[in-house]
């Protein structure tokens, strides 16, 4: 896992790009558009967890891909270019595959934005954001963020514990593996329960709930945030107004037509392509400036 300089901007400016990001590969269809989305994505998810990333865009994203993109087909026959027909004799459309491709590219996409929004957005900058807003909420997802890692990295320890004593799921038949399964749930109930008691009397210990009760922060924020916040709404200003005015127009129903190469959308391509890309640049120019930092030593 690298290190991630995109991270270290201040949690509005993170939870800002990550809004329009997400937002603009849900609503926008224009397979550019996709495309550069999709790219960037799954870039960025290989800097932040490596060869964890991969393997799950190989063995997870890509057959979810193809299987949301070949199921369209199946069940939508609308458009005016018939490639085929099924045996039912309904036909096979251009339009929805195409179709099909673009959607399953946009929830791939999406989810693979969420991966990267999990691992920057940690607990700490959700309750920053929202703790005064909807304290119970904030603290309530940020619990829930921090519940799944701690409860897989809890229950390898046990594993590898009733391991030692004989007491794995993978020794015994068929009846002692479920025996030492339900034995490995239960010692993992016990402690995520112990674990809330203590939680909770942390919690009240150090007055949370009560009136006038403040929050330490490390955040700050700094001419570089301001630069990448004019940046961010800049390009998403630049991308709604493209949106608006008909430079992302595109549509897969009833024929395949839409804007391409006109100057003004390949202006606004860019633009998507930019703010889609920031966080990959900030890295890059981070690791250059590292390394030559590092040449000096």
């Known amino acids: 896992m690298n290190r991630d300089a995109f991270a270290g901007f201040h949690p509005v400016v993170n939870f800002l790009w990550f809004g329009f ?12 558009c996709l495309a550069v989305s999709l790219l960037c994505a799954v870039a ?17 994203m890509l057959p979810m891909l193809l ?3 070949a199921l369209n087909p199946l069940f939508n026959h609308q458009g005016g270019t018939i490639l085929a027909y099924f045996p039912d004799g309904n036909p096979l459309t251009l339009e929805s595959v195409a179709y099909g491709v ?24 959700f309750v920053y954001l929202f703790g005064r807003f909807i304290p119970a909420l904030s603290l309530i997802f940020s619990m829930a963020l921090r519940f799944v890692p701690r409860f897989k990295a809890q229950i390898k320890i046990i594993s590898n514990a009733q391991k030692c004593v004989g007491r794995d799921v993978s020794s015994g038949n068929l009846l002692q593996k479920a025996k030492h399964g339900i034995r490995i749930l239960s010692i993992m109930v016990t402690w995520a329960l112990e674990n809330a008691v203590e939680t ?4 009240k210990s150090r007055g949370y709930g009560l009136p006038g009760r403040t929050a330490f922060s490390i955040f700050r924020f700094d001419k570089r945030d301001r630069l990448a916040l004019i940046f961010i709404l800049s390009c998403a200003a630049l991308i709604i107004t493209g949106s608006v005015t008909g430079g992302l127009t595109f549509r897969y129903f009833p024929t395949i037509k839409g804007l391409w190469d006109t100057p003004y959308s390949i202006i606004v391509f860019a633009v998507y392509l930019a703010l889609c890309a920031f966080p990959i640049v900030v890295n890059m120019k981070e690791d250059v400036t590292w390394k030559r930092y590092e040449s000096k030593i």
């Open 67 to 69: 299987v949301a993109a």
């Open 44 to 60: 960025y998810s290989v800097y932040l967890n490596g060869r964890k990333a991969v393997r799950f865009s190989l063995l997870v």
């Open 102 to 125: 673009a959607a399953s590219v946009m929830l791939v996409t999406v989810i693979t934005w969420f991966s990267c929004f999990n691992a920057v957005i940690t607990s700490d900058k």
């Open 200 to 203: 909770a009397g942390s919690m």
């Open 21 to 32: 990001v997400l937002v603009f590969s849900m609503m926008i269809n224009h397979p550019v």
